[in-house]
């Protein structure tokens, strides 16, 4: 059973806007079987530009029932029901805040058609009820009123489920409010990372890099983000898919490589601080730094020449740390210089490594 909605506010800061109008539609799969539409008196001011979105106005609220007048029916209507809207997220949460401030918690499954629809209606220009609605040649009537956008997102409900043939995408797509999928995969994006010395790469369902980590347990350092419950934190656990790591043996190339693949890839949700660049040159023009390596018998190289770091990577043979053509070629190019050059040198200057060959 579903409770198909949508609701109009007063606008304003979020999380602080009040409900001016609200419309649900009862439907089981096949048709409407109860319903509840209601202008609803916010008690606080409309934002101008809302009043001229909706038509909605405080003159018209000021004999509407309150919020809590009408949160039992609410209740009732939506008991044991999918929540769906047009951006469910959004009607949610302004569902949550107003039986929050009635001291009372309004946990419902949902589902969003933005998101099915994306799913299910490929390359539409937009996504928007309007927009869309209009290029499915599904009618509306009283856009950006309850009943109108309710209606037609019931319209364009019936047509998702028809067109999900094999059922399996709308199933898969419900949020439940016990976040059980969520944790479900978070348990695998955790058990698919090992506890090794490295950095990690948070992919969403594209495959493209939406987050960087580093840390000595890059699986401790998974478990704590997929756990915090911070703003970003929320987002990237959202739209976490897969997970892959490169191990790197040492604590310098771990920092390294880090910081070089923030520069390139820029992901999403990195917080990113501008590096201070310093130009101090190295104590010597020439020389090769060892550190220990990804595996036993295999070292960790960074090249430095006429004070620049040439390159870095992974040798276990010494004819490869002997010969410097060799050597140069088995090396991955530093195409940040600047910034690799400051991340050694910090790092000479604080540790100690394995080796340093003059050259």
């Known amino acids: ?35 509840f539409i209601s202008l609803v008196n916010p008690e606080k001011e409309i934002q101008e530009f809302v009043v001229k979105l909706t038509g909605i106005n405080n003159k018209m609220l000021r004999n509407a029932p309150k919020f809590y007048e009408v949160a039992k029916r609410i209740v009732e209507i939506t008991k044991d029901c999918i929540l769906v809207a047009h951006n469910t997220s959004f009607d949610y949460r302004i569902l ?9 918690d309004f946990d419902r499954n949902t589902l969003c058609t933005v998101e099915l629809s994306q799913q299910l209606i490929l390359d539409q220009p937009s996504y928007s009820l309007g927009k869309l609605t209009k290029s499915l040649g599904i009618p509306i009537t009283d856009r950006h009123r309850a009943n109108g956008d309710a209606l037609a997102t019931v319209q364009l409900f019936k047509l998702l489920l028809e067109k999900d043939t094999n059922k399996s995408i709308i199933k898969n797509s419900i949020k439940y409010f016990d976040g059980r999928k969520e944790k479900e995969k978070s348990k695998k994006l955790i ?80 917080i990113t601080k501008k590096r201070k660049i310093t130009t101090q040159n190295f104590n010597s023009d020439d020389f090769i730094i060892i550190e220990k390596g990804r595996e036993i018998e295999e070292n960790a190289i960074i090249l430095i020449e006429e004070n620049n770091v040439i390159g870095y990577g992974y040798t276990n043979l010494a004819l490869q740390e002997n010969k410097l053509e060799i050597l140069k070629s088995v090396l991955t190019p530093i195409e940040n210089k600047e910034i690799a050059k400051t991340i050694i040198k910090n790092y000479l200057n604080k540790s100690k490594v394995q080796k340093i060959i003059r050259l």
């Not at 198909?4 to 800061?13: M, P």
């Not at 506890?195 to 840390?215: A, E, R, T």
């Open 96 to 104: 949550r805040t107003e039986y929050r401030r009635l001291g009372f």
């Open 191 to 270: 058990e698919s990372t090992p506890s090794i010395l490295g950095v990690f790469y948070i992919h969403d369902k594209k495959g493209k890099i939406i987050y960087i980590g580093k840390g000595k347990d890059i699986k401790s350092e998974v478990t704590k983000l997929l756990l915090k419950t911070t703003s970003r934190a929320l987002k990237i656990q959202e739209r976490a898919f897969s997970i892959s790591f490169d191990k790197t043996g040492n604590e310098l190339f771990t920092t390294l490589k880090y910081y070089l693949e923030l520069e390139k890839l820029s992901p999403k949700y990195n």
């Open 1 to 35: 059973m579903y409770a198909i909605l949508d609701i109009e506010t007063t606008g304003g800061k979020f999380n602080e806007e009040g409900i001016t109008e609200i419309a649900i539609y009862k439907f089981d799969g096949h048709a409407i079987v109860d319903q």
